[in-house]
């Protein structure tokens, strides 16, 4: 039995503690704004925050979630991620969107830990998540203009 916090909801599962916290969201919870990639933490589409961190879902087993704080895109709340969201729609940033919630997820980690980031700092920051679609340009601009909003 593994017990954790779920977007802000004690939960407890009983599953086999090598299961990807992936597939517990996904099929156990039905939490589907999670997404599938590649499977080996390369692209960040599986991208949750676990303990106010940006975790890959699709490596971490259950095993290691046990007390933990996960948020999944569909638990995002407060102002970084509205100004994220707001700046990702105002541009157009999606396309495909499958790495869109991983995307954001690690956006908004960035935002909150430096509130006012570089080029370079969004580089580093975002360099784990993976658009095949190759929105990179737009990525950076919408970081920059959620920083901006948040500005004031």
């Known amino acids: 039995m593994t017990t954790f916090t779920l977007n802000g909801s004690e939960v407890s599962l009983d599953l086999d503690p090598d299961m990807p916290l ?6 156990e919870m039905k939490l589907t704004g999670t997404k ?3 499977g080996v933490a390369q692209c960040g589409a599986c991208t949750v925050m676990m303990d106010g961190m940006p975790r890959r879902a699709c490596v971490t087993p259950m095993s290691m979630v046990e007390g933990a704080e996960i948020t999944t895109i569909e638990g995002m709340e407060g102002p970084v991620v509205a ?3 707001s700046a990702w729609a105002a541009i157009d ?6 790495c869109q ?3 954001v997820m ?3 980690a960035l935002l ?6 570089t080029d370079s700092d969004i580089d580093n920051a975002m360099a784990g998540n993976v658009c095949r679609c ?19």
């Open 22 to 27: 992936l597939w517990a969201l996904r099929d």
């Open 36 to 38: 599938f990639g590649c």
């Open 83 to 85: 100004a994220v969201q």
């Open 93 to 98: 940033v999606p396309q495909c969107g499958w």
């Open 101 to 103: 919630s991983g995307q």
């Open 106 to 108: 690690s956006a908004t």
């Open 112 to 117: 909150e830990m430096i509130p006012n980031p």
């Open 134 to 152: 190759a929105t990179y340009v737009r990525i950076r601009q919408a970081i920059h203009d959620a920083a901006a909003t948040l500005e004031g």
